[in-house]
């Protein structure tokens, strides 16, 4: 499945941004994928976000550095996952990239255990 980033932009810290992950295929189904949000910022390694388990989505699990300010759901019957994003800070300015794996149900951390990557949306945060 090719997985698709949006709703990066421009912000001020302080604000929130919703970012989606959609499969770019209307028939490929997203239920059966643990998914999860990296992000990379410049001269820096990609770190690990946010994840979610698969179907119902029941299990979460946050990077210390955005618990309590991010939020990640799915909505299975939309196909997509969220990343909801509150009182942006600068330090959050990354490319996100949404990822996914059939491999794992629960909501892993480990970039190694996802195999389904998209093409990555850039937000920027202002201070």
């Known amino acids: 499945v090719q997985l698709q980033a949006s709703g990066g932009g421009l912000v001020q810290a302080g604000d929130s941004l919703t970012l989606s992950c959609a499969a770019s295929?209307?028939?490929?189904?997203?239920?059966?994928?643990?998914m999860g949000w990296f992000r990379q910022a410049p001269g820096k390694e990609r770190e690990f976000v946010a994840s979610i388990s698969a179907w119902s989505g029941i299990s979460q699990a946050y990077s210390d550095s955005v618990k309590g300010r991010f939020t990640i759901y799915r909505s299975n019957t939309k196909n997509t996952v969220y990343l909801q994003m509150n009182s942006l800070k600068p330090e959050d300015t990354a490319i996100y990239y949404c990822?996914?794996?059939?491999?794992?149900?629960?909501?892993?951390?480990?970039?190694?255990?996802?195999?389904?990557w998209g093409q990555g949306t850039l937000v920027t945060v202002s201070s």
């Open positions: 990822t996914g794996t059939k491999r794992f149900a629960d909501s892993v951390t480990s970039a190694a255990k996802f195999d389904e």
């Open positions: 295929e209307r028939s490929a189904s997203l239920d059966r994928f643990a």
